[in-house]
Every structure is written in C-alpha cells, then in structure tokens.
C-alpha cells in the first residue's frame, strides 16, 4: 500500500517545480518587455538629441556661409565703385569742358548738380537693395532651417525645398544686378544751352530704366521668399513640429 502512495505523490512532486516555472515565466516576460520599452523610449531620446546637434551644427554652418557670401559680396560691390571712381571724375572733367559753352552760369551749376545726384542716388539705391537683399538671404536661412526640423520629423517638405530652391535663384540674380548697377554711370552729354533740358533727360531717363530694372529683380526675389514661406506654412502643426526638435541658441 505504501508503494502505492508513493508512486501516486512522485509525480505531483516532479509536477510542482514545473508549474512553479510557469507561474513564474509572466513576471519574466513582463520584465523584458519593460526593458524592451526602456530601451526604445532611450533610442528615441538620443536619436532626436543627436538629431538636435545635427540640425545646430547644419545651422551654423548655414549662417557662416551666409556671412562669408555676404562679406564676398560687399567686397564686390566696393571693387565696382572702385574702378568707376576715375571714370565718374573723367565725365565730370567732359562735362564742365562742355557747360563752358553755356552762357547762364545757373544752368551750369544746375546740370552738374543733377550729374552729382544721379552717381550719388546709384550709390544710395544700390547699398540699399544690397541690404534688403541680405535680409531675404536671412529669412530664406532660417526658413530652410524650419523645414530640415519638418523633415526630422518625418514631414514631407518637398515642395518647401522646391520654393527655397527658387527663391535662392531670385536672390542670386537680383545681386548680379545689383553689382552690375553699381559699376554703371550716367554722363551727361551736353550739346548745346537749348537741348540743355533733353540732354539731361536722357541721363535721368537711362539711370531710371535701370534702376527700375534692379528694383523688380528685388522684388521677385522677396516675392520668391515670401511664396517659400508661404509654403512651409501650409505644413499642419509646422511650428509645433518645429519646437519639438528646436536646436538651442539659434537666436
């Protein structure tokens, strides 16, 4: 009888540690599981802290090229005048040398005045656009700058790369005009004290078509700015997205 009882408990007891394991494999999946979620939640944290230092890292590179383009530019511009200066005093010389034909000494100090305002008012209008243009180069940078934190996020900005792209080719061309405006100038050719008026109109004329050439290429180059940002704000939640992944000291 005894063997009998023996028989029927051995194997409960052999059961019992194997049902103890059992009990026990839940709190063991749990765990890992939890490690699993600690262990993404930490990937996703140095992922977008790195994705941070990348974004800081592209914006500063961004800014110091935009300096150095624009110190190039400046550069450029001050060679411009630079070799029109002993042009301009040539034509005032020419000019002079034709007013001693005009009798009416107030005339003469008329139309040279007028010459001195013509080169002066190139020079005002062209460092003008210069500087507005300096300014569109900044907000088209910080533009680009928002859309790369869309894209971090998984935001398709195509059509923002697109606009920017445009945009920095308006830029680009409204500077070439500009730098070209700075090395023209405007002689007047004075022929006799009776076409005196028509001689001047002609300079002004010619300095105005030019001008207001360089002004529209300005213009499209803010317009061009204007429509990129006009896109990128067309991205749902843009500026919420942009905060989440905002790299410090950036302004």
Do not use: C
Request: hydrophobic share 35%; no cysteine; proline share 2%.
């Amino acid at each position: 009888m005894k063997k009998f009882w023996i028989y029927l408990i051995a194997p409960m007891i052999l059961i019992l540690p194997a049902n103890a394991q059992q009990r026990n494999a839940p709190r063991h999946i749990e765990q890992n599981i939890g490690t699993t979620a600690q262990n993404r939640v930490a990937a996703v944290r140095n992922a977008a802290a790195q994705n941070r230092v990348d974004l800081q890292q592209k914006w500063d590179r961004i800014k110091q090229q935009a300096q150095a383009e624009r110190q190039k530019f400046q550069k450029e511009l001050e060679t411009k005048r630079d070799e029109i200066k002993s042009r301009i005093e040539k034509q005032k010389e020419n000019l002079k040398a034709r007013l001693a034909k005009i009798k009416d000494e107030n005339k003469k100090k008329i139309v040279e005045r007028i010459n001195d305002q013509i080169n002066e008012l190139n020079t005002k209008l062209t460092d003008h656009y210069s500087a507005v243009l300096d300014k569109l180069g900044d907000i088209l940078n910080r533009i680009s700058s928002r859309a790369d934190k869309a894209a971090a996020n998984n935001v398709d900005v195509s059509s923002v790369r697109t606009a920017i792209t445009a945009a920095q080719s308006a830029i680009d061309g409204a500077r070439t005009a500009v730098k070209a405006q700075a090395g023209k100038t405007y002689p007047i050719t004075v022929n006799a004290e009776s076409t005196l008026k028509t001689d001047v109109g002609k300079a002004r004329q010619a300095f105005h078509s030019d001008i207001t050439a360089v002004f529209n290429s300005v213009k499209t180059a803010r317009q061009a700015v204007q429509n990129a940002a006009t896109t990128l704000g067309k991205i749902r939640n843009v500026d919420e997205l942009e905060a989440t992944s905002t790299p410090e000291n950036t302004k």
